[in-house]
């Protein structure tokens, strides 16, 4: 009988989709959530909370390997640091980590602590995978909604670029990792097929969504939005997406909020 795979974060808009493929290659998946487990038929539940440490044993329990989708703007670091020792004292399964590109270099405070999970999760003794990847579609849409909520203008920031990405397609590339069965460290960053300007997004979603609003490009202040200027969070070398932010708008997603 093959070792479960533990999805944490597995009812996000990322780890929804990792639990659908990891389902679909017939593994034994279970999810770890806050939430009570639904009454429709799916993986096997744990209600449990990362950052108080709830739930994990019985998560963890026989666990292969833990794909860990679950974020908050905070307390991630702590969360991490306690589904790691959790999994130390369960038999240590292969951790498969999703990260952002540029962690490492643009000064954001979610990102930095991104960064420092990333460090807790090499030095765990643990075996170990970690994907970096660029912004999803829904997250870009969802800022594009925000910032075109009052007409007559849509105030986006200057000089900015963003590579966003389908989740599918990171959701497929993360489940691969996660069968593979053996850790492989760092493996290639993955971006969105296109690098494309605020004004550009601003542009396809005013169109993709009917909305008529004068984009005004704004330069914002501080080291963050200094960082997303200098491009830290782009790769266009490693542009392995396919769905572009035009096909999703056109897909009738909603953005995520
Ligand atoms: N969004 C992007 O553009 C993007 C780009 C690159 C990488 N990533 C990374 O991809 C990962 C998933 O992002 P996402 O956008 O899918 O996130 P999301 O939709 O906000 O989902 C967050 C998940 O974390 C779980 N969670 C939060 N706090 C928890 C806690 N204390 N204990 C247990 N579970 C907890 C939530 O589960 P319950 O509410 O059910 O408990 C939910 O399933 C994150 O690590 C993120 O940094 C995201």
Not at 145 to 167: C, H, N, W, Y
Not at 195 to 221: D, H, Q, S
């Amino acid at each position: 009988m093959p070792h479960p795979t533990l999805v944490t974060g597995g009812t996000g808009t990322l780890g929804r989709h990792v639990v659908t493929r990891l389902r679909a290659a017939a593994q034994d998946v279970h999810v770890l959530s806050r939430r009570p487990a639904p009454p429709t038929p799916g993986p096997t539940w744990h209600t449990g909370d990362l950052r108080r440490g709830t739930g994990l044993r019985d998560a963890l329990n026989g666990a292969g390997t833990v794909v860990h989708c679950a974020t908050a703007m905070r307390g991630d670091i702590e969360a991490a640091q306690r589904l790691i020792a959790a999994a130390r004292r369960a038999g240590a399964p292969h951790l498969v980590y999703i990260s952002i590109v540029g962690v490492d270099v643009v000064p954001f405070s979610y990102y930095r602590s991104k960064l420092q999970v990333e460090r807790l999760v090499e030095a765990s003794g643990l075996p170990w995978t970690i994907l970096r990847t660029t912004q999803f579609h829904n997250l870009v849409a969802s800022a594009a909604d925000a910032l075109s909520k009052a007409p007559p203008l849509m105030a986006v920031p200057a000089g900015t670029r963003f590579q966003p990405i389908e989740v599918e397609e990171v959701a497929d590339r993360l489940a691969e990792l996660a069968l593979a069965g053996k850790p492989a460290e760092r493996v290639p960053d993955m971006g969105g097929p296109e690098v494309l300007t605020t004004r550009e997004i601003a542009e396809r979603y005013l169109r993709a969504t009917g909305r008529r609003r004068k984009v005004v490009e704004v330069p914002l202040p501080g080291a963050a939005a200094r960082g997303f200027r200098a491009g830290g969070h782009l790769t266009p070398g490693n542009a392995a997406g396919r769905r572009t932010f035009e096909e999703f708008l056109a897909r009738g997603k909603q953005p995520h909020v």
